[in-house]
């Protein structure tokens, strides 16, 4: 595009010759001309042009004044003021009010062809700049409010820039992260740096991410990062797949527990049919022995089978809990009575109440004796040497609080809050050799957190552990009508 120069002088002489020299020695140049600072002013304040001559001295507005109004209308625009012979002082107020030079007349062409090519590429270039200024702030705006986290690192792994998507993911704010080593932001950097895909000089121009852990304020964050180098620095992005991770971890707990949980009874049934098979070696006893393994296992095949479903439907939330006044003292005895059966290895039930009445609960009675049964199962299952399993009933302040304490195993501290989880496993290897889905604590404070309540445990490993249920009893205007 051709370079747009504007021409103010009163003198037509001048302005006639003027555009016709400077023609001859400049190419892609377009010149317009006019004999009036408020005539210039006028097209000034419609045309950007590439560079401003006016003559300084000009009736009516002068080409001081001129200038004053283009300083104030296009402050980017060099003006070239032609001053008169011997005028130097007016040169030199010029120049300090903002012109670019001034041309003395009479006019050196050559001079003043150099300094009007001098001042339109100073115009061009600035114009180039401030164009990349406009899209530096475009790519800066943009990186700052992209979805994906964005840091960029110096060489020494200093933070240099953090947008507010790294803020939300990593919940560390700007100020914090800004001038800090990664290392002292993301725990394990150090570690799990030299495995970030960095794209950037004589390696590939694109690289996938990969999904890597950090700690984070005490939790563990699973990102899925990627760089790439650029002159003095590394430009990291980001997105959280914590969640993601979470749930594969979950499918691999749920494989693991039913595949195990699944083919231990499915081979002891297995096994025992195709023994039962064996007419010849088997006498009464043996067939009647085969045919209570057979009951057994399949009763505990249901069961790891209803457990998973029952879980299932708990997440879908279609679960629907009925609420009825329960006399708990009651439920407990029908539900010890029942466990009576199943005590081995030396284990002993006794029950124990604080008042001789209890307050009775609104709860959904089904639910809550599938809580107590879970509770008492663990406290038998994982009491190995045999010992007493209580269970204490109280109520104070509105709550009805059933313990269930038992002398055995216990539970590391570590594992305390854990054990509540789906498919948690405190002993995930059968050291212990006890069998079990993980899921029965998980359902069970579910259940009871929808009551109202909640469910804890004090453990400690080596002495046993006691799970208390805390309910809220029912409220006096009610139990008096029930
Ligand atoms: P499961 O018993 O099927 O493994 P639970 O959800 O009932 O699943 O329990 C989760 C884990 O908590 C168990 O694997 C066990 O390690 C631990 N646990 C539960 N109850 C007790 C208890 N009374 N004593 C010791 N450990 C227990």
Redesign the pocket.
């Known amino acids: 595009m051709n370079a747009r120069i504007l021409i103010v002088d009163d003198d037509s002489a001048l302005l006639d010759a003027l555009p016709e020299a400077l023609r001859l020695r400049m190419a892609d140049l377009d010149v317009e001309t006019c004999d009036s600072a408020p005539d210039a002013l006028g097209r000034i304040a419609v045309e950007d042009y590439d560079a401003i001559v006016t003559d300084i001295k000009m009736p009516g507005m002068d080409g001081l004044a001129l200038l004053d109004e283009i300083q104030k209308l296009r402050p980017e625009t060099p003006t070239l003021l032609i001053t008169g012979h011997g005028e130097h002082d007016l040169a030199v107020q010029a120049l300090r009010r903002g012109a670019y030079d001034y041309i003395q007349k009479p006019i050196d062409r050559d001079y003043f062809v150099a300094s009007l090519n001098r001042a339109i590429e100073k115009r061009e270039l600035a114009r180039r700049i401030e164009l990349q200024r406009l899209e530096l702030e475009r790519h800066s705006h943009v990186l700052e409010h992209v979805g994906d986290g964005v840091f960029v690192l110096d060489r020494q792994s200093v933070v240099q820039f953090w947008n507010l998507a790294a803020e939300q993911i990593t919940g560390i704010g700007l100020e914090q992260a800004v001038g800090t080593r990664a290392r002292d932001l993301l725990g394990g950097w150090d570690e799990v740096a030299p495995s970030i895909p960095v794209a950037g000089a004589g390696r590939p121009k694109r690289q996938l991410a990969r999904m890597l852990p950090f700690e984070v304020a005490g939790r563990e964050l699973w990102l899925s990062l990627c760089g790439v180098d650029v002159a003095d620095a590394t430009v990291y992005s980001f997105q959280d797949r914590t969640d993601e991770r979470v749930v594969d971890k979950l499918k691999d707990d749920f494989v693991a527990t039913a595949s195990h949980e699944l083919r231990t009874p499915l081979s002891a049934i297995y096994g025992a049919a195709q023994t039962l098979r064996r007419t010849d070696v088997l006498d009464d006893d043996g067939v009647d022995r085969l045919i209570g393994i057979i009951a057994t296992e399949s009763e505990r095949l249901a069961r790891v089978i209803e457990d998973i479903l029952f879980a299932s439907h708990l997440d879908s939330g279609r679960l629907r809990l009925a609420s009825e006044r329960v006399d708990v003292g009651m439920l407990v005895h029908e539900v010890v009575d029942s466990m009576e059966l199943q005590l081995e290895n030396g284990v002993t039930l006794q029950v124990e109440t604080s008042t001789d009445v209890l307050p009775g609960v609104d709860a959904d009675p089904t639910k809550l004796r599938r809580v107590l049964l879970?509770l008492l199962e663990?406290?038998i299952?994982?009491s190995p040497e045999g010992g007493p399993v209580v269970l204490r009933m109280a109520a104070e302040n509105g709550r009805l609080r059933l313990h269930v304490h038992?002398q055995?195993?216990?539970?590391p501290r570590g594992e305390q809050e854990r054990?509540f989880e789906k498919f948690?496993?405190?002993?995930p290897n059968l050291a212990r050799g006890v069998g079990?889905?993980?899921?029965?604590?998980?359902i069970c404070r579910e259940l009871v957190q929808r009551m109202g309540g909640d469910i804890e445990v004090e453990?400690e490993p080596g002495r046993g552990?006691t799970?208390t249920v805390e309910l809220p009893t029912a409220r006096l205007a009610v139990a008096r009508s029930a």
């Open positions: 879970n663990n406290a299952k994982y038992d055995g195993l216990g539970i054990i948690y496993r405190a002993d079990g889905t993980g899921l029965g604590l998980y453990s552990s799970f």
